[in-house]
């Protein structure tokens, strides 16, 4: 019955939603733990921290501290280079090299697009603090525009998406 209960209290009072980041804090978890919310049943609430998937008890739940987390807006570009002599391996070489701002996660390359004029990939990092977001734009654009044949373009917008 317990478990019911919280479940209804979860849902009716709203302390978090599915797809928000949170921190959970407290004694039953010898610590902290954190992860995406991506379900909130009447039973348990499932975290996700990468590949794996946590399961909290709700009753557990209601007796910890909720921390919600933001993260702040992520730059995210598309680039478009030539068909041939650019793999993504090498355009996220090329950022680890020139980005100096902290950042969340390494820099994510991915495979858009693909026509007779090039490759577009996608390329997005999100900076570890809010206010470091235009500084790394600066260095994922300059990033990209290095070493790059006259004809490759760079395109996109650097700001919130996600």
């Known amino acids: ?62 007796s910890l501290v909720v921390v919600p987390l933001r993260e702040p807006d992520k730059v995210d570009v598309r680039a478009r280079f030539p068909g041939e002599g650019t793999s993504p391996k090498q355009v996220e070489e090329r950022l680890l090299r020139a980005i100096t701002v902290p950042t969340r996660y390494k820099p994510s390359v991915a495979v858009e697009e693909v026509d007779p004029e090039g490759v577009v990939f996608r390329v997005t990092a999100t900076p570890l603090r809010t206010e470091d977001g235009s500084q790394l734009a600066e260095e994922v654009l300059g990033a990209l525009r290095r070493e790059q044949p006259a004809e490759a373009a760079v395109g996109g917008a650097a700001g919130a998406s996600g």
């Open 1 to 62: 019955m317990g478990g019911i209960f919280a479940g209804i209290v979860l849902q009716s009072t709203r302390p978090f939603r599915v797809g928000e980041r949170v921190r959970l804090v407290g004694g039953a978890l010898a610590g902290s733990l954190e992860g995406t919310v991506t379900s909130l049943g009447l039973f348990y609430t499932t975290l996700s921290q990468g590949a794996d998937r946590l399961m909290v008890p709700n009753n557990v739940l209601l």
